[in-house]
T-cell receptor, first 112, second 114 residues
Framework: DQQVKQNSPSLSVQEGRISILNCDYT??????FLWYKKYPAEGPTFLISISSIKDKNEDGRFTVFLNKSAKHLSLHIVPSQPGDSAVYFCAASDPGNTPLVFGKGTRLSVIA | DVKVTQSSRYLVKRTGEKVFLECVQDMDHENMFWYRQDPGLGLRLIYFSYDVKMKEKGDIPEGYSVSREKKERFSLILESASTNQTSMYLCASSLRQGRVGEQFFGPGTRLTVL
């Protein structure tokens, strides 16, 4: 039973446009959410996070939105660049010392 | 910067061989994790450890074991490698601050079992 779901395995976006990656979760104990970016043959790198006390967190071109009532978060990338082409993983954490729970990832392709 | 290193980037082994994957972190993190990544399956947790000589099973521990003799080092062992263990293996570490928090990943080891 997946606690963190990324329902779109892939997404293609034109360079300069907005990329929106979605993530849904089922466990109401999750209160901290992270996005990781992964290039082929490299380990994932942390991108941005959000605590459940916020509904938005922004870092440059990247913004994460959290809708707690819908148990949904999204990552917006504006404007999208070819270098953003990667697999993006959503992850969730609860207050206990348990490992992050990852979604299966969404492969983003930004087309020049 | 946190650095997590893995002993090999690419590894080719034969079925039945014993395989050791080594991971070292240099930031005195308490928590360490082993994942495998497969297309369409995302990151799956194999084993994790919150302290020296301590280990916990993740979601897919079958066919694997781990060793944590020192805080900075976490080894993944494939006792008898099989072709279905061909995968990208990722090690990660994190501080323990009441919660796991941000995990820092190594570059990965692409293991091929023939």
């Amino acid at each position: 039973d997946q606690q963190v779901k990324q329902n779109s395995p892939s997404l293609s976006v034109q360079e300069g446009r907005i990329s929106i990656l979605n993530c849904d979760y089922t466990n109401s104990m999750f209160d901290y959410f992270l996005w990781y970016k992964k290039y082929p043959a490299e380990g994932p790198t942390f991108l941005i996070s959000i605590s459940s006390i916020k509904d938005k967190n922004e870092d440059g071109r990247f913004t994460v939105f959290l809708n707690k009532s819908a148990k949904h978060l999204s990552l917006h990338i504006v404007p999208s660049q070819p270098g953003d082409s990667a697999v993006y993983f959503c992850a969730a954490s609860d207050p206990g010392n348990t490992p992050l729970v990852f979604g299966k990832g969404t492969r983003l392709s930004v087309i020049a | 910067d946190v650095k997590v290193t893995q002993s090999s980037r690419y590894l080719v082994k034969r079925t039945g061989e014993k395989v050791f994957l080594e991971c070292v972190q240099d930031m005195d993190h308490e928590n360490m994790f082993w994942y495998r990544q497969d297309p369409g399956l995302g990151l799956r947790l194999i084993y994790f450890s919150y302290d020296v000589k301590m280990k916990e099973k993740g979601d897919i521990p079958e066919g694997y074991s781990v060793s944590r003799e020192k805080k900075e080092r976490f080894s993944l062992i494939l006792e008898s490698a099989s072709t279905n263990q061909t995968s990208m293996y990722l090690c990660a570490s994190s501080l323990r601050q009441g919660r796991v928090g941000e995990q820092f990943f190594g570059p990965g080891t692409r293991l091929t079992v023939l």
